[in-house]
């Protein structure tokens, strides 16, 4: 079957760095995605990953290893508005996405 | 960015009463929507797939004649919640993926469904 995992729930301070991991079990690969979801709100998309190695956008990176199954989100100079849900999601070989449960990040001052 | 919306964001229905939601790709073509639903503090769980001008893909365990989908355009995509009863209260989502870099889905901003 196909599979995402991803903590539940993280908590980190203010100002500090984090790092969210994913790994996965799929049908094929064809790139994996990392959403942002506030309480109430839609997700949002903040990135993709279809080659092996680190994607910088601003105080996000995303890293991927297709041969390890394994992906992160880096969140730097975190900010009280980072606390959200992270969703990881891989797009399989018939171009559905696979959702991860989210983890559900807590920034604490 | 591509934006997708979504109408109504909220709704109240009575038990016994249909509700359409409605979800427009704004500044892109939609290949493909796709409609999901969210429980408080779940993951987000695809209902069904539609491409524009054929019927929807539906996930196993979701009735296809409860939750009517049509794709009559590649901006429009409707989601009409028929007979709805309290069970059916949920946050309904819905996406379009079209002609992207990356394939991304674009969220619109939810329906919240309450069936009293």
């Known amino acids: 079957g196909q599979n995402i995992d991803q903590p539940t729930e993280m908590t980190a301070t203010e100002g500090a760095i984090v790092q969210i991991n994913c790994t996965y079990q799929?049908?094929?690969?064809?790139?994996l995605f990392w959403y942002q979801q506030h309480a109430g709100e839609a997700p949002t998309f903040l990135s993709y990953n279809v080659l092996d190695g680190l994607e910088e956008k601003g105080r996000f990176s995303s890293f991927l290893s297709r041969s390890k199954g394994y992906s992160y989100l880096l969140l730097k100079e975190l900010q009280m508005k980072d606390s959200a849900s992270y969703l990881c999601a891989v797009m399989d070989s018939n171009y559905q996405l696979i959702w991860g449960a989210g983890t559900k990040l807590i920034i604490k001052p | 960015g591509a934006v997708v919306s979504q109408h109504p964001s909220w709704v109240i229905c009575k038990s016994g009463t249909s509700v359409k939601i409605e979800c427009r790709s704004l500044?892109?073509?939609?290949?493909?929507m796709f409609w999901y639903r969210q429980f408080p503090k779940q993951s987000l769980m695809l209902m069904a797939t539609?491409?524009?001008?054929?019927?929807?893909?539906?996930e196993q365990g979701v009735e296809k004649d409860k939750f009517l989908i049509n794709h009559a355009s590649l901006t429009l995509s409707t989601l009409t919640v028929t007979s709805a009863h309290p069970e059916d209260s949920s946050f309904y989502i819905c996406?379009?993926?079209?002609?992207?870099?990356?394939?991304?889905?674009?969220f619109g901003p939810g329906t919240r469904l309450t069936v009293l």
């Open positions: 799929t049908s094929g690969f064809n790139g």
């Open positions: 996406s379009a993926s079209g002609d992207r870099e990356y394939n991304e889905q674009f």
């Open positions: 500044d892109f073509q939609a290949t493909t």
């Open positions: 539609s491409n524009e001008g054929s019927k929807a893909t539906y």
